[in-house]
């Protein structure tokens, strides 16, 4: 069974910093392609922050471009985001996601971490 575990989130003050942390348990690394997060805002939708490949290959909403940078750290089976000059409109719960390759695709969630970006 897949565990994706996040840590990282907090209370930070506009042009702030934080960096969330999501680590996956119950499968290799090679089995999880691409690792991403996600984020939802109160009475919005779950939408795309950032997702990274096996490779190393990145994609971003663009309301994060040049602000968020993922990364992902194979041998810990752990995918970061580093969130620069926070607004606070990034205020939400932020999700970590996996997708399994192996027996078949499919998607896993993390619990959800909050961000809030507040003075």
């Known amino acids: 069974q897949v565990q994706l575990v996040e840590s990282g989130g907090g209370l930070v003050q506009p042009g702030g910093s934080l960096r969330l942390s999501c680590a996956a348990s119950?499968?290799?690394?090679?089995?999880?392609?691409?690792m991403g997060w996600y984020r939802q805002a109160p009475g919005k939708q779950r939408e795309l922050v950032a997702t990274?490949?096996?490779?190393?290959?990145?994609n971003y909403a663009d309301s994060v471009k040049g602000r968020f940078t993922i990364s992902r750290d194979n041998a810990k089976n752990t995918v970061y985001l580093q969130m620069n000059s926070l607004k606070p409109e990034d205020t939400a719960v932020y999700y970590c996601?996996?997708?399994?390759?192996?027996?078949?695709?499919?998607?896993?969630w993390g619990q959800g971490t909050q961000v809030t970006v507040s003075s």
């Open positions: 990274v490949s096996i490779g190393g290959s990145t």
């Open positions: 996601n996996a997708e399994l390759l192996i027996p078949r695709r499919t998607n896993h």
């Open positions: 119950g499968t290799a690394f090679f089995n999880i392609n691409p």
